[in-house]
């Protein structure tokens, strides 16, 4: 049964016209939301008019990137259980930003975190180093998305990769330019529902082979390649290495600046709270959506089909759709997949230009004296600047393996940001030194422990053996960020700052004074 | 330092109620932080040094690791939803009682 042979990789005119429809539709979108995007509140935050429900949508979207969808489930049906492993890791997070960061998120920020970082600090220094954590978070992330989805595209279309990486790079900057968060967020919308959609629809129909029993599907998958399949083993071979992966995965997603930014489009904490709820619960059954594709494409399709197609086993849910529902809805599949890539991207791009015009030029380079026209003006040339940018990265990484730039991208989240963000709220005591220090602590450790692991010591630069042994640096950089935040908070003690602790307490709590 | 940004100076909160909401909320937070670690990495740590355990069938179609796993992904959320129950009911409550007293303080 598994010797059919795939239409992937030839133009297929199904996916091109569903994705021309996509892209016609959300600029659509776009060209209404442009004409609400005047004001900096509108371009950052949508103006705060998004509901709990849709947020939770666009949450969702912002989250669910092309990467973990064809890649988990690509994992799954080459490895099994193992997949899953990175599923769960995905979205532990969420309950973590829910009761850690969620509320005091909304209460005190305008528009980035570094609002909430510098509330009763000096805006200066932790501006400059909370953008540096930013920046580089959103860069690596940029920069694994364009590459993966130049190669996906090329797979998927029969384009070329670097007409791929145009169109994605041009389609995104003109969301961001002309409709800012409005146009990103119904962007992230739709690309959720339809991507949801799309994956329930093909569970659906793949357990359609199995009398809709899933424990058929896994008992045929035990019978056919073995028991092992249904077991863990291999993947995290050595423990702390899983341990410190887990933790990058769970507190990167709390530091990821495009995730937190979301909380400025509601109108309060409790449109917050409930975004993360509905967030959570639709990103949990995507990922249990994921694991089933998976393991279907494993018996429907076959894993030597899989492995031939892409060796990482990355067009296993494509090819399970052409499987069930031929070439139209490997069409439809492959529109949704360049979508969400898109939208990711989209939101990277905002959450990039919105450090640099807020954070940079409003804050620091104008020390709070520009206008908002003006800042607006420095966020559209950032939008520009970055989407060219994203352009260049995309077309200069081509080929390369970017699986680390993930790890990476949510290490430095994990290690610059969260440390800094979660010290300021909770603790009276954090000074401008300590929250500073631990930014630029956590970002030179995850940085510089990544550059001396197996994956790019090794892997990249062709070294014997490893300086550090683990792949992924959180279990050491991101307490080694509480370190140091608290012990140059301790050195360096700020008067000012705790004196106004106080005041920052009544606005986190009980929402005083917040938009 | 931008206007909006500088803490407004106001009414103050009842000493006491707000003391005691800070507190009530931090141990609901902290707790659930806890639990939502326990259960990670206990599955984490069970799979890095006892995958057998994962491995058991429970049914003869079926290991213990399928049902463990996909309820690691449900707890998450089902812990999500008991914090808002929380936050909505008792938190909300609260917060209300405080700054409508706040309100009449100033008059």
Redesign the interface.
């Known amino acids: 049964m598994n010797t059919f042979t795939t239409t992937i990789g030839q133009p297929n005119a199904t996916s091109i016209i569903f994705f021309f429809v996509f892209i016609v539709g959300t600029l659509a979108i776009t060209y209404y939301a442009a004409r609400k995007s005047r004001s900096a509140s509108q371009f950052y935050a949508a103006g705060r008019s998004v509901t709990g429900w849709q947020n939770g949508l666009a949450l969702a979207g912002d989250y669910m990137s092309a990467a973990s969808f064809l890649g988990i489930a690509g994992l799954v049906s080459l490895k099994g259980y193992d997949g899953l492993i990175y599923s769960i890791g995905f979205l532990v997070g969420w309950p973590i930003i829910m009761f850690l960061i969620a509320e005091p998120l909304r209460n005190l920020g305008k528009y980035t975190f570094a609002d909430v970082v510098a509330y009763r600090l000096s805006q200066k220094p932790i501006r400059v180093a909370a953008s540096i954590g930013s920046l580089l978070t959103v860069c690596f992330y940029l920069i694994a998305q364009m590459v993966g989805s130049g190669a996906l595209i090329k797979m998927m279309f029969g384009l070329p990769y670097e007409t791929a990486i145009i169109i994605v790079g041009a389609v995104m900057i003109a969301y961001v330019l002309f409709g800012g968060m409005l146009a990103t967020t119904w962007v992230q919308i739709t690309k959720a529902v339809l991507l949801l959609a799309g994956a329930t629809v093909m569970v659906i129909m793949a357990l359609s082979h199995f009398h809709f029993d899933v424990t058929e599907l896994f008992s045929t998958a035990a019978a056919t390649y073995g028991e092992k399949v249904l077991n863990p083993g291999g993947l995290v071979a050595n423990p702390f290495d899983a341990v410190s992966l887990g933790i990058a995965l769970m507190f990167g997603t709390a530091g990821l600046p495009h995730i937190l930014m979301r909380f400025y489009t509601v109108p309060d904490a409790k449109a917050a709270r409930k975004s993360v709820f509905y967030a959570t619960g639709l990103i949990g059954y995507f990922y249990i959506l994921t694991f089933i594709i998976g393991f279907a494409a494993m018996v429907l399709v076959g894993r030597d089909v899989v492995a031939k197609v892409d060796a990482g086993g990355n067009m296993a849910a494509l090819l399970l759709a052409e499987v069930t529902g031929g070439t139209v809805f490997l069409g439809f599949i492959a529109a949704v997949a360049f979508a969400t890539i898109l939208a990711v991207v989209a939101g990277l791009t905002l959450a990039g230009a919105t450090t640099l015009s807020h954070d940079l030029y409003a804050n620091v380079f104008r020390a709070g004296r520009s206008t908002e026209e003006n800042e607006m003006k420095v966020a559209k040339r950032a939008t520009i600047g970055l989407g060219v940018i994203a352009i260049l990265l995309g077309l200069a990484f081509k080929g390369q393996n970017v699986a680390f730039m993930v790890g990476l991208a949510f290490a430095i989240a994990a290690s610059a940001n969260f440390p800094a963000l979660l010290l300021s709220i909770l603790w009276k005591g954090t000074s401008t030194f300590g929250a500073a220090a631990s930014i630029i602590a956590g970002t030179v450790a995850a940085v510089g422990l990544i550059l001396l692991s197996p994956t790019v010591w090794v892997d990249i630069l062709g070294n014997a053996a490893p300086i550090f042994p683990w792949k992924n640096p959180a279990l050491v950089s991101m307490p080694l960020a509480f370190l140091v935040g608290w012990l140059g908070s301790v050195l360096v003690p700020d008067a000012k700052a705790q004196s106004l602790y106080a005041a920052q307490q009544i606005r986190n709590y009980l929402g005083v004074g917040a938009e | 330092?931008?206007p909006?940004?500088a803490?407004?100076?106001?009414p103050?909160?009842d000493a006491v109620l707000?003391t005691a909401?800070?507190r009530k909320?931090?141990t609901?937070?902290?707790t659930?932080?806890a639990v939502?670690l326990a259960i990670?990495?206990g599955?984490?740590?069970i799979?890095?040094?006892r995958?057998d355990i994962?491995?058991a069938h429970i049914?003869?179609?079926?290991?213990l690791?399928?049902p463990v796993?996909?309820g690691?992904?449900?707890a998450?959320?089902a812990?999500?939803?008991l914090?808002?129950r929380w936050?909505?009911d008792d938190y909300?409550s609260a917060?209300h009682t405080?700054?409508h007293a706040?309100r009449e303080q100033q008059g």
């Open positions: 330092m931008q909006d940004q803490p407004t100076s106001g103050a909160p707000f909401l800070v909320r931090w609901v937070s902290l659930l932080t939502m990670y990495y599955f984490i740590v799979l890095a040094f995958p994962f491995a049914t003869d179609r079926l290991t690791g399928i796993g996909l690691v992904i449900i998450s959320w812990l999500t939803g914090y808002v936050a909505n909300d917060v405080i700054k706040m």
